[in-house]
């Protein structure tokens, strides 16, 4: 199981910006995708942005101008930054890691999760 471990989350007044990361134990080429998702008390969890193996992203319409995935493969690190920040924004953000298992199964490993919240 591949070990994914987030920072960066914090209390942040609206218009705000913080950065999220999220360190992998392996090496980032090692995915075939890697996201962030959040989810909000009584809310499902939901995507929030998504990078593929290729650097194609994809961003939830709620985010979309705002919010920036990025990465560092040196690192093995991959990044979240968000600006004009809302208190809609306000959840539990979590790293997601896609692969494919040995026997071809998709796996999808999570981090434990970091709390974001912005008071208004």
């Known amino acids: 199981q591949v070990q994914l471990v987030e920072s960066g989350g914090g209390l942040v007044q609206a218009g705000g910006s913080l950065r999220l990361s999220c360190a992998a134990s392996v090496r980032l080429f090692s995915f075939n995708a890697m996201g962030w998702y959040r989810q909000a008390p009584g809310n499902e969890r939901e995507l929030v942005a998504r990078i593929t193996r290729g650097g194609s992203t994809n961003y939830a319409d709620s985010v979309k101008g705002r919010f920036t995935i990025s990465r560092d493969n040196a690192k093995n690190t991959v990044y979240l930054q968000m600006n004009s920040l809302i208190p809609e924004d306000t959840a539990v953000y979590y790293c997601?890691?896609?692969?494919?298992?040995?026997?071809?199964?998709?796996?999808?490993?999570w981090g434990q999760g970091t709390q974001v919240t912005v008071s208004s």
């Open positions: 997601n890691a896609e692969y494919f298992s040995t026997t071809g199964s998709l796996v999808r490993d």
